[in-house]
């Protein structure tokens, strides 16, 4: 069965969400696009098990 987000503006099957946090998008900005609050969206995606992209950290980056 596929999971579906659904917020006012519309569906969203859980490979959109995945593939969105997968090529960076923020979680405001997709909460945004659905017409969902971050909260939401958040809640949605431990519901759904769905694994965000590890980002490395800005202090990591300035030992490089």
């Not at 945004?32 to 939401?40: I, S, V």
Request: proline fraction near 3%; glycine fraction near 6%; hydrophobic fraction near 35%.
């Amino acid at each position: 069965m596929l999971s579906y987000f659904r917020p006012n503006k519309g569906l969203a099957t859980k490979v959109e969400i995945e593939a969105l946090l997968q090529n960076g998008s923020k979680q405001s900005f997709i909460a945004n696009r659905y017409g969902a609050t971050e909260a939401t969206l958040s809640n949605w995606i431990t519901k759904n098990k769905i694994q965000k992209p590890k980002t490395e950290r800005v202090k990591d980056k300035i030992g490089k």
